[in-house]
């Protein structure tokens, strides 16, 4: 039986190799911010935060995913989902995090960014978004646009 942080180093590793994910990153920082806890230059990943003004369509056609603790929520007009990944997080925050995401024609999710009056204030969380975001696939529409935009929602609890 393998254990969660093994689980969790074979799942960062993937992501790593894919490009998904940068060497340095969000849980290899908090593992060393754990194993020294008065260490006060701790200083987070970079996550992309973008601030928009732009309107989301009602929250029609909504798609939920329960799965653990997460819930995820999407809206991409005509598409459904193929692939969304419950996210693997040790973030010790809660709360939305919602992203404009990118699609292309394939289903792919070729972009994610964070829209940031939607969302709470925690890069744990927007990195672990953005991750699983970016790992998601939709169905595919010869007929979509190149790039089709829509959001992704993620609502996490607390661990």
């Known amino acids: 039986m393998i254990s969660r942080e093994d689980y969790i180093d074979m799942v960062k590793n993937e992501l790593i190799r894919s490009g998904q994910l940068g060497a340095d990153n969000y849980i290899d920082q908090q593992r060393r911010q754990s194993a020294n806890p008065d260490n006060e230059n701790f200083i987070p990943v970079n996550t992309?935060?973008?601030r928009?003004?732009?309107?989301?369509?009602?929250?029609?056609?909504?798609?939920v995913n329960?799965?653990?603790?997460?819930?995820?929520?999407?809206?991409?007009e005509g598409r459904t989902h193929t692939y969304l990944p419950p996210p693997i997080y040790r973030c010790q925050g809660s709360g939305r995090i919602t992203l404009r995401?990118?699609?292309n024609p394939r289903g792919d999710v070729v972009n994610?960014?964070?829209i940031a009056r939607e969302s709470v204030t925690d890069l744990c969380l927007s990195e672990t978004a953005i991750a699983s975001a970016l790992v998601s696939k939709f169905n595919s529409d010869?007929?979509?646009?190149?790039i089709q935009t829509g959001t992704l929602t993620f609502q996490f609890v607390a661990q």
């Open 48 to 50: 992309r935060i973008v």
């Open 52 to 63: 928009t003004e732009e309107q989301r369509p009602q929250e029609q056609n909504i798609a």
């Open 66 to 76: 329960y799965s653990g603790p997460t819930r995820i929520t999407y809206f991409l």
């Open 101 to 103: 995401i990118e699609v």
């Open 112 to 114: 994610a960014t964070v």
């Open 142 to 146: 010869i007929d979509a646009p190149r």
